[in-house]
């Protein structure tokens, strides 16, 4: 099996979390990490659970030049100049498959669409990662909800309720740095 070289921007909870579940995907090696907090640790993390080499890069453009696959686990205030950096790596060369964005893609429609719009022309795919929809609860829904909507019609209203402990970085208070309020948090799941 050809093993896909994955890139990791971002050393906070969700680059955390994510490197766990890692631990459970064959065919992956952490072949990057790009981070503003020291990733010396995530680095490490990565060494002892055998996920890759999880080489420390100055910058997500260097990085790219290095892996097949960008993971951006960056706060939402961020991802626009990411997604900028990479643009530029391919301007230059880079051989990306793809670019992965965690949850909220970005803060509003318009840096959404120029995060698109700005790795179109080299035809890298930018994916919304959204971790729950393969969760047994939703797929139990939704297998629940097949022959009701095929007996009564598509669906017009649905009631669902999400909550954590509170953000893991002061950021996210800050409502120009958020973005989108409960739809770029916990709100997107349940749509």
Partial sequence: MEMIRYGIVGGGFYARFQLRALEQ??????????????????S???QAKRLGAGRIYPSVKEMAHHVD?????APNFARVSIVEEIARALEEGAKLRAVICDKPLARNLREARQMIDRLHPFGVPLIYFENQLHMKAVQSARSQLE???KTMGPLTLVRASEEHAGPHSAWFWDPV???GG???DMGCHSV
Wanted: charged share 15%; proline share 9%; hydrophobic share 50%.
């Fill in 177 to 179: 740095q958020q973005g």
């Fill in 182 to 184: 409960v739809m770029t």
């Fill in 25 to 42: 995907v064959r065919g992956i090696e952490v072949a990057g990490l790009v981070s503003r907090r020291p990733p010396e640790a995530l």
């Fill in 69 to 73: 696959v960008v993971a951006i686990y």
């Fill in 147 to 149: 022959p009701v909507v």
């Fill in 44 to 46: 490490a993390y990565v």
